[in-house]
Structures are given as C-alpha cells and as structure tokens.
C-alpha cells in the first residue's frame, strides 16, 4: 500500500459534552476522521467550535464521552508519547534556556545528557535557531518561542504533531513565514501533521486535505483534498482564490 496513505489515526464518532449549570453542553458531535501517515491535515473551523476540545480528546487530555481513537490500529486510552503538541500559549519555562526547554521531555524520560543535547540540538538547528542556544524566552520574538515549540515537539520524536492554531497570536508577517518554516520542516522531517485553524488562507495555504467543521457543536461538514494543488501555493493565484472561494462558501466561518 502506498505509504502515504496508511491510516496512521483514526477517530470513530467522537463526542464531547459537559455539564454546565442550565443542562449539557455539546461540544463535539459524532466526529469520524481517518487520518493519513505523513499528511499535513488542517481542521479548519469557526471559533469556539470545538476544535480545541477535539485536539485535546486525541492527545488525551480530556476523555470522550462517546467514540474510539485508533492509533497505528490499536485503540487508544489516554496521552500517548506517540502523540506530540504545540500549544497556542506554549507554555516555555522562562527559567529554563531554549536548549533546556527543547531538551525537557528528554530530561523526564530519563535520556542521557549527552543524547538529549544531541537530539535537542538536531530540533534547534532544524527550526532554524541555532545561536540561540542559551538564550532565555524573554529574549525571543513571538515566531522565535513557536519555533521553540516546534522544536520541543520533535524532540519527543513522536509520530504525530497536533498544532492548535499555533500562529493565531503572531502578526501577520512572522504568521506567513512561520506557515513556510513549517512546511520546510515538515518537508525535511516528514511526520503527520493535525494543525488546527480558523484562518481559511492559512488552511489552503498549508494542507494536504482541510477537514471542514460545523459551528458548535463540532461535526464534519467537508473534507476537501488539496494534494493537487502545487506547493509552494501563492495566496493570490487563480487556482488558490479558487479553492478558498469554494471552501468559503461551504463554511461557518464568518469571513
Ligand atoms: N470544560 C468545559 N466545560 C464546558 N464547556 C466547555 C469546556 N471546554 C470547552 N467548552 C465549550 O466547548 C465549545 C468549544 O470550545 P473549543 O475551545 O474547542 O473551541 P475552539 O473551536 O477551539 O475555539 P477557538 O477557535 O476560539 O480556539 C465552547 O463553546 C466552549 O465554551
């Protein structure tokens, strides 16, 4: 079978709620997704919708209510080292150095000095941070931190990433050259990407395929495949106006 599309995740009518002081919140609703080895998936949705409550169910942070998550075939529980996550806010120690913040989940699970300044250093270099080794998170820029957290993810060496609208707090500059150093690093570090965004030309921008969610509670509205679409993409080409015109007029989002 062709590698790309093994099934690596697969979530099978995921549900959400909770209980709020006038009766039950739903939060997720039925959501069935089979997710590809190495593809770059965008969940795209309007706010409050449910994505955040989504991602945490796959990295087990929080327990379903209802449904199964299937990871490499096998019925998941709970957080799994094989599930990696950069956060929107995410959550440097300010008294730890870059290196000490990349190198801290090393750290936890017992690996070597050595190895873990190997390893730590491989990420840095890779997100393009290399000099800022001993620097501390106040001396960084806010696309500088995400890179950290990028960098920190892989470290872990997990098989998937979960990004939750990694970029949402930066400007719109640092956003468009965080969107490409992430797509060169996915290119040269290839793993499964879940990025999650409310933005519809970061989704066409990034994405191998954008999973559409409804309004709240969150169901899958659409699933549209972007592999044909050239990268490097250019948000102001026919074909790219194109698909985002399309993909607007089946969404919630107000645009
Ligand atoms: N622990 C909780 N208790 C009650 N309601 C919750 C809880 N967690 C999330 N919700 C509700 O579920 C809905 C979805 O929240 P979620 O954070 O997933 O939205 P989102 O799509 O990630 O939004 P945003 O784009 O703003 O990040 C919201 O209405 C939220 O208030």
């Known amino acids: 079978m062709d590698e790309k599309k093994k099934i690596i995740l697969k979530l099978e009518n995921i549900c959400q709620s909770y209980v709020v002081k006038d009766g039950v919140k739903d939060a997720v609703d039925n959501v069935s997704l089979e997710i590809y080895n190495n593809e770059f998936l965008v969940i795209l949705g309007p706010g409050y919708c ?11 942070l929080e327990k379903p209510v209802g449904g199964k998550i299937y990871l490499d075939g096998e019925e998941i529980h709970g957080s799994d080292s094989r ?4 956060f929107q806010s995410l959550n440097l120690m300010p008294w730890r150095t870059v290196m000490a913040n990349v190198e801290f989940g090393l750290e936890i699970a017992g690996v070597s000095k050595e190895e873990r300044r190997k390893t730590a250093q491989k990420y840095i270099d890779l997100v393009g941070l290399t000099g800022f080794e001993n620097s501390y998170p106040h001396e ?3 696309g500088m931190k995400q890179r950290v957290g990028i ?5 872990n060496n997990p ?3 979960l990004m939750d609208e990694p970029f949402g707090q930066l400007d719109a500059q640092t956003r468009y050259a965080m969107e490409d150093e992430v797509l060169r690093i996915w290119e040269q570090e290839k793993r499964t990407i879940i990025f999650v965004t409310n933005n519809i030309e970061e989704a066409v921008y990034l994405a191998d395929r954008i999973v559409v969610l409804s309004k ?3 169901k899958v509205k659409a699933i549209y495949d972007l592999k044909d679409l050239p990268r490097p ?4 080409d026919p074909e790219f106006l194109k698909v985002r015109s399309e993909i607007s007029d089946n969404t919630d989002l107000a645009l």
Request: with cysteine; net charge positive; aromatic share 4%.
């Open 50 to 60: 449910g994505k955040t409550v989504l991602m945490n169910m796959i990295a087990g």
């Open 83 to 86: 599930i990696g996550m950069v």
């Open 140 to 142: 960084l820029s806010g």
């Open 151 to 155: 960098a920190r993810a892989y470290t």
């Open 159 to 161: 098989e998937i990433l």
């Open 216 to 218: 709240c509670p969150a």
């Open 233 to 236: 993409r250019n948000m102001t």
